[in-house]
């Protein structure tokens, strides 16, 4: 049950104006008999409008998310915004703070959490609070993700393929606001405890991104985020802020045929970068044993043509490790 | 003493052919207590000519060096070879199976750790027989790093500034044969047990890399070390072979005036990319504390005008790491 | 189901006499394959009388109880005894050992995992065994905590703000039985998986503790659990032995609003000291950030008049941390 | 030699005003190839007057010592200095970050590593840069410890029996200045490594101290530490500011047979606090196995009477740990 | 529900042939955002017959299962075979890799996960694969075990005392064949979550082992287990190969009266070996404690006669250690 | 220099009569300021007649030295002793408490760490002192071993073919005395750091062994030892005992060209057993990767015929392990 949740927002999320605070999670361990969880949030309020719910640092090692979102906020004139902006940066904080994938103080997945558990660890108790007190005030809801310490993607928005027209078409729109340059259409939702399909489920337009990856962000992928958010808050009509205009996003189906694992640990070689096309068959990769440097490494090849979506972004893999993933352009598939 | 060395090398370095083996060091743990760290080692034996030493993986997360080593010793031919080639694809063997800089049986930083010791840990052992018994042998040495987990630089070559004037002018043009983009010409020598000041203490050439960082490749980085250790073969007169052209490397000063650095953790937006030009006071990086996301970010400015040569690969940074790397071409600087 | 806990007791309860044993749990780890978690027991029966449950180190670094209760059980004459006394010094048995709050075992809060389940942990298993098996036996329960490694209380008994008169009278009656300085009174119940609320819906006297802290004892606060312990048995018709007379204990209602939390990191100086009287917006303790040694200090101060009931035993704060707690006199609040 | 340090210290110790900075260490690390250890350093520099050197935190689960700097720092005022006061609050700066007695980077006690290494873990290499580089600079060192997480002392300030009567006389002097409720004489120098000898070798006043214990402070060890800095000041002219008077300090002779070890583990009941009086063969603490509740306990006696100086801060002790320590007044010893 | 399995099996278990592959789980970590855990699997498919599910490595310390199925599936003939053979010579593969009892990735028990879970971790969700998917398959079930790192056992089979006579006298039968030198029959069945009971509850013939121990194998031992299954193979009818015959196996009895515990930490002589008869009171082992070298060391005796059964394995034991196991032959006790 | 030591002995070595006491040295850590490595020590004294020094668990998983020595110490009889026994049976005493090969203080393996260093880690202190303190009053110096938890030996004493014919012939005939099955004669001395080397520049007796291995003992490994032990001290003079005989010990010569090695990882079937004998070429072991499990595993054989003296103990085996070690009889080589 909701009210059960042990987690407290100090902030007033419908009062005009712009304010940041904490959801406060009581947290006790071997070094802090009587300690909280912290996870900053941020509430811009306007005039009357939509909400839109912006999350980044669902997992600890993608940047964009936090730093974009920070910039849009610094920006932010609640006189000038129409509706609302609920903001978490730093989903997975504890993550974050460590520069990890999942949560040093309970192993979760925040993206795997969904619709999370008031009595479960410190990552299921966000993601339950998340679900059963934000979701419900939003219109629309912005997740910036990134490949990670481990992969490396075409800069993209992530959006499924819903059964309900309106609902894609108006998540459709949303990735156009955007305005990536790729937007990947995920056609099946093997999406357990995942925010994206949480949200879908309440029929809300919801927007992904994999930008870039390898632990890191560059100035552009920050700025596709920023940008993208402004075009998408514009979009909602939010905001009436002029936004650097973005040649139109390059729709991407990825099957789940498209997936290149590593049947054993080795160093990788990429001879295909992401965003190259590739034909079937096509080297993508070489996969060599240090320990026989004279020895012939396993070749990698495409599954199919298309184009290539991701790839393992460090230079060694293990057993079952992606490798490189291969979409294609919607007209073509 | 060099007779003390308890590493055994399993292959002839003389033989004319080529073959792979391992460099053989006793090491007793609690999991094997007659163990031996096997670290491999290639030799190409050809006709009359000079002998190269080629290392990689001097730290763990640099991967250029064993990707390209290994794929130039595939297509090495012996007969058509003037000269030797001896390779070292994973110098820190230890650390490339982790991925991670330093060896994770001593904490051992190779490039630190020479001349090495005999009785030391197994890093100062490998440096130590690398420093008694190959060096010796050497004519010429090129060691490919890279910028590694946390760091990324201008692809470029790495040389010193050295007082021998014939020494420098062979460096130089070692360089020139590599052909990366950038070469860097460090002024001073605050190289204490770097094997850079090993080899060069002994009057030979020298050529160290910077290729890329994050802790992953492209296939850009790679060819360019490919590339580069093949025409540096052709420029010494042990190869024939055609190689790729490569637009005339681009020499840069990097004075110790041109370090930034973080005096808090947080998190890091690069505003500008390694390569671009900057001037004197530029913002380059916004540093931000996601605990206060409606708060001003930290500006840090470079200290003077100049080529960005580096900067933090990661999102996140730690009070004391270096932000970026400010560099000037030579004819500027 | 009570029947399927796989813990045995290797004593008889029953039996006139005075003896100690063991609840064996099987433990399957890859240090022993088929090992035990061994938590020490004692059943002291004696004529006919109550039965008094007495626990301590529910966390493993409050060392009262423990010390305390070997010292009770060390002096008792079953001959002389009305009724029962079990003990269960050792309440989380692994967490003792190290020295640390939550079990090494499984990270299991022993005071927040009541009524415990059979198949979970070792922490979960053993209480559900205690739920299940010693409850339904005990007339009235005394669990011995204190501030544990990282909190410092006024020496006090803690009970609850219970809604049926009866119980609150006779849990009224054994805190002042006890006679700590202070006692206590917490108005809500936030206590899902305490042992006392455990024991406070099944209608007995429950009795805790908060003595000392700072992860030791002194010779004060073993003494006053000591006699608390049989002014108690006293209390309960258990026993006439002689034991010295303490003043009246101070009730103090402490209520949620009370408690002050470090926003950020730091080190810390309380200039308030537990037991002492604040006023409304007092200075309790200064935050200070070593990284600015020049720097202005973080103010914390009192969020309403009363007395100082807990503060942080620890020179280093972290994010989240509960810096004090303030309570009042019954009277007064 | 001294010039190979690694340290860059980068604020002017010299120039009139009161400052902040650090000593920078370069550290190379997985997590940060080019990262620098920061400890913070202050120069507080008045007219003309002796150079006072303070340091704290070289354990850092000792907090007194940096509370203290700090607070005495924020009161000082250039104008009215006599001479100059360089402080390192943070002494061992990593070991503070984490609550614990040695460095995490490297295991180092700071207090065993003087004179330090350049070349050596950074504990040692930033002991040799205050050893090459204060030290020279300094007419006094005051050194603030406490008894950290595990020990428990008597306020005390800590002075060796030296040689020389002059530095002698200055030595206690300094103590009486400082006014500890009781001041240790140690008659024995088996301090090798410890900054004290260091200083003391040069001829120099030293006061060390041990305040409280237990890895926290009270507001009373705070009060101690600081006016005890201010006294010091007062007595070597630096300034003329009113500090509270404390009444003279008692000092303690404190021989090596004072100490009492426990031989095997278990749960330590202390019977007498620090300062308490005891009489040869007194019983001092007792010794639980908690494995055997019912078992007798180790009885732990006063080798010889005196004064409790010092007591194991835990419940918890391990075999070969110091349970106590004996001294005496000089009076009677 | 089974259909909810995330596990994906990449080979075809029906078509006439061997061939081998993999159980795909996909698996998010830190160090890879889209790893997957690949546990191999073997599928023998030949003409009509039953089909034989053979597991190994159910524990990573137990290396008879993966030898053994290994050797056996080398030399399998899919023309000679009548019916089918699936395996999974490595069934916990993750302890398997680092030599453990239990997962590293989990903590899980693979022999107490049954029937597993399709949501839980990577322990339990290959067991619920195996549970829904193989089992079904399957006429007979053989799973290799043996002592493991801490348990050293007489070399044999091991069947439950079974309530159906038809499943018990084929259960048996299965026994006779495999010929162990001992079989151990379990009166009781306290297996909740062993793959034992899973199997036994479909009514299927289920054959277990105890092959040694000590975190090895001996050629005997690998032999009994290679042979063992051969002439299970010939017993089930599904081949005609030649097996050397082996004598009868011995049938035990293992009462839950004759398990030895340590009670505290020692050094374990043991004085009686596996396989040894010993009488009621018969000292088996001596428990030392090292630090009272001159002390005497604790006599642990056989419970009742029988014979060694199991001991452990090695020369250290942790409190609640199992230290012996006597059973008896089936016709005396 | 000797006198540097700071460990204390806090027996008596030579007053007539039996003790047990420690080596103190002192050890300050996070968890414990003031603690000591305490480590066992035994004096049993009689009357005129030679000193034997007994070391046992040098490595801390190899467990006859500590059970055997133990076992002795308890039966002696100082009237009837003549000279002395000094005994450490846990010579690496932290390794011991662990299980482990090498200490887990500093990871140092007590037999590479003689002469040691007064000032260096612990392990190499405690060599420290028995350097200089116990071995100059040694006639004969026995020293138990066995192969730990990762090797498996033939049961034998192990000496070294030394220069000196009058030392080299005590030796034997110390050896002859054990009268272990077998005798190993190391030819060449690569032995820096080791007791036997220590001991042997003395000019004295010395006897090492390697009884077993595995992690464990048996019955019949610990009785080797202990009756050995009796036997080296009749044949010495110092007792009349009378003690079981056992056959003649048989002479193996271990050359340094009788080592196989894993060139990889893998899981290991051994077909030859310790004691077997064995001809040039034949099959010792079989190299299996679980990954490929229908692959031909690596096959590995003897180097030369004899006889194999140690293995692999463990199933699973490293890149660089020892798999197998191949001596010959005397004769015969």
């Known amino acids: 049950m909701a009210d059960e949740s042990r987690v407290v927002c100090d902030i007033d999320l419908d009062a005009p104006g712009i304010r940041s605070g904490t959801l406060q999670l009581p947290l006790s361990t071997d070094v802090s008999a009587w300690g909280r969880l912290l996870t900053p949030i941020v509430a811009a309020v306007g005039g009357a409008g939509p909400t839109l719910l912006v999350t980044g640092a669902s997992h600890g090692d993608e940047y964009e998310g936090p730093l974009a979102i920070m910039r849009l906020l610094r920006g932010l004139d609640a006189d000038g915004l ?9 989903l997975n904080y504890p993550a974050l703070t460590v520069g990890r994938r999942l949560s040093p103080l309970d192993g979760g997945n925040m993206n795997r959490s969904f619709p999370g558990r008031p009595d479960g660890g410190p990552t299921a108790a966000i993601a339950h609070w998340v679900h059963s007190r934000l979701l419900p ?129 080795g160093l990788l070689e990429p001879v295909v970068e992401v965003g190259d096309r590739v034909e079937a068959g096509q080297l993508v990769a070489r996969l060599y044993d240090v320990d026989e440097p004279l020895g012939e490494p396993n070749a990698l090849r495409a599954p199919h043509a298309g184009v290539l979506v991701c790839r393992a972004a460090r230079g060694g893999v293990a057993r079952g490790d992606t490798v490189a993933v291969v979409g294609d352009d919607e007209a073509r598939s």
């Not at 129409?82 to 730093?90: D, S």
């Open 82 to 90: 129409r509706g609302r902006v609920i903001a978490l940066p730093a």
């Open 137 to 265: 005030l939003a219109d629309a809801v912005i997740d910036i993700h990134s490949g990670g310490s481990t992969l490396r993607f075409v800069p993209s928005a992530v959006i499924h393929d819903l059964p309900d027209a309106a609902q894609m078409r108006a998540t459709r729109e949303l990735a156009q606001a955007f305005a990536a340059p790729f937007t990947q259409v995920l056609t099946e939702l093997d999406s357990a405890g995942e925010l994206d399909s949480a949200v879908e489920e309440m029929g809300l337009p919801f927007l992904s991104t994999e930008l870039g990856g390898g632990g890191g962000v560059t100035p552009e992928t920050v700025a596709m985020a920023y940008d993208g958010l402004r075009r998408c808050m514009r979009h909602l009509g939010m905001s009436d802020e002029a936004v650097p205009e973005a040649p139109a996003t390059r729709f991407l189906n990825v099957p789940d045929t498209g997936y290149l694992m590593a049947l054993r640990a």
